[in-house]
């Protein structure tokens, strides 16, 4: 990462922070440095669980809910008076570090995997599954579906249908953009399977447009990857598509 976008305090406190036990420095401070000394990325749609240690995510909640308290603040919110939001900061967190952003702190779900000694090579579609995440502009809800289509081959291995919701639910729980999200679930699908062709086509409600600016209830989303037999066979695509409007 450029020094330019690197915190003062976290440029001149690198060393100190890898080298710091554990509670010396907030835990957000400790992991980035980490990141930053591997030059690892941590954009908001990057899985960093590699670089977090056992018990962090529990740390990492405690030290959103202080700082999402100062948010309610400075809202003024009374949260010492009003029932309603007296706990607010601590839900909130847990939300974003354990469900909402928990793709980013937890590991890729264990995949059982299973040889294609059938020698399946026909199209195979999985969906729809329900996907929910939240934009990285406004943290708003994009909710969804997703459809899968795979083309295995002889060397390919097969995973269960349970898997791809498994892997889909993993990589869209992180602040994302649709167009970046699609992109990051097929190149882990094809790590895993292998196959000859894979496509996915999303389709989401953006709460960005829906809840805020322009307000606009109707419209949608939809995008498509293709890749493989995919991207050489018209008629393969059709078939696809035309399963998915199924």
């Given amino acids: 990462m450029p020094n330019d976008l690197i915190p003062p305090f976290e440029a001149d406190t690198l ?21 930053q000394a591997s030059g690892a990325r941590f954009f908001a749609n990057d899985n960093i669980s590699a670089h977090m240690a056992p018990g962090e995510v529990d740390e990492l909640v405690d030290e959103v809910a202080g700082k999402m308290q100062d948010v309610l603040a400075s809202l003024v919110i009374d949260t010492a008076a009003d029932h309603n939001s007296r706990d607010t900061g ?53 909710i969804g579906k997703v459809w899968i289509g795979v083309v295995p081959n002889a060397q ?25 999200a699609v992109i990051q679930l097929a190149d882990a699908l094809e790590a895993i399977m292998a196959p000859d062709g894979l496509a996915l086509l999303m389709e989401a409600d953006h709460f960005c447009m829906q809840w805020r600016g322009v307000k606009d209830m109707d419209a949608s989303m939809a995008n498509s990857v293709m890749r493989g037999v995919f991207r050489e066979d018209a008629a393969l695509r059709r078939e696809f598509l035309s399963l998915v409007k199924r």
């Avoid at 980013?104 to 040889?115: G, I, K, L, N, W």
């Avoid at 059938?118 to 329900?130: A, K, R, Y």
């Avoid at 291995?157 to 993993?170: D, H, P, T, V």
């Fill in 90 to 142: 601590r839900r909130v967190a847990k939300m974003f570090v354990k469900e909402v952003f928990g793709g980013r702190y937890e590991p890729m779900p264990s995949v059982t995997e299973f040889p294609n000694v059938s020698n399946i090579d026909e199209l195979m579609v999985v969906g729809p599954i329900t996907v929910r995440s939240a934009c990285s502009h406004h943290l708003c809800p994009v």
């Fill in 15 to 35: 060393a100190d922070a890898l080298d710091a036990p554990s509670g010396a420095r907030p835990v957000s401070s400790r992991i980035r440095a980490r990141l």
């Fill in 156 to 180: 390919s291995e097969l995973i269960g249908l349970s898997k791809y919701a498994r892997i889909a639910n993993w990589i869209m729980s992180r602040p994302q953009i649709q167009e970046e």
